[in-house]
């Protein structure tokens, strides 16, 4: 017989909570990286960016292929975005904080799938108020682009793993298209899930 119930006692807590609380971490993930945008001007890399998206888009892409590594998608959404939305410091960085803010409704997703709602919680906590990744989600460069895509394959890798389906298996491949198209670090991301895929087959192998 527990002796100190009172103290010991604990209730789950409310089915409203996590809602609240997600919503909450939002806000705090959204303002961290949208806070004095403007106060830092484009460094180097970023002022590359943005001038060789205000090119053709033939040029654009032979700028890319001649003097930037990285594949072309991120480049191609910057500028037709700053078309729409101008290219100030702000606008241009917006791109990113949307990918960085999209980025942390997938680490949920990804994170309950896999570990449950507490872990997902967490999760989603420490990226909201993560300094790396609110650093990198404010840079008008393709690395945060290439976060939401990285998670976004993880997810659709693990939803095909569960359910072979041709739609699933669909989904996976363009995500991976998506993927290498944003960053040459993205056939890492692919490596790792070939690796896992095979590892899988040799053990259902010598299971039978």
Known sequence: MNRFPFIFRISSPPKYFYGVALTILFIIGAWSRLFQ??????????????????????????KLANYDDHPPLYFIILKYWMQLFGASEFSVRMVSILAGIAALCLIYQLAKILFGTNVAFISTALASLSPFLIHYSRDARNYSLLLLISIGSMI?????????????QGRLLLTNLLLVYTHIFGCFVILGEVLF??????KRFWQN
């Open 156 to 168: 659709s890798f693990w939803l095909w793993l569960k359910t072979p389906s041709f739609k699933n």
């Open 37 to 62: 945008l403007e106060h830092n001007s484009l460094w180097i890399d970023e002022a590359l960016s943005v001038n060789w998206c205000k090119l053709p888009f033939i040029q654009m892409i032979e």
């Open 197 to 202: 895929s095979a590892t899988l087959e040799k």
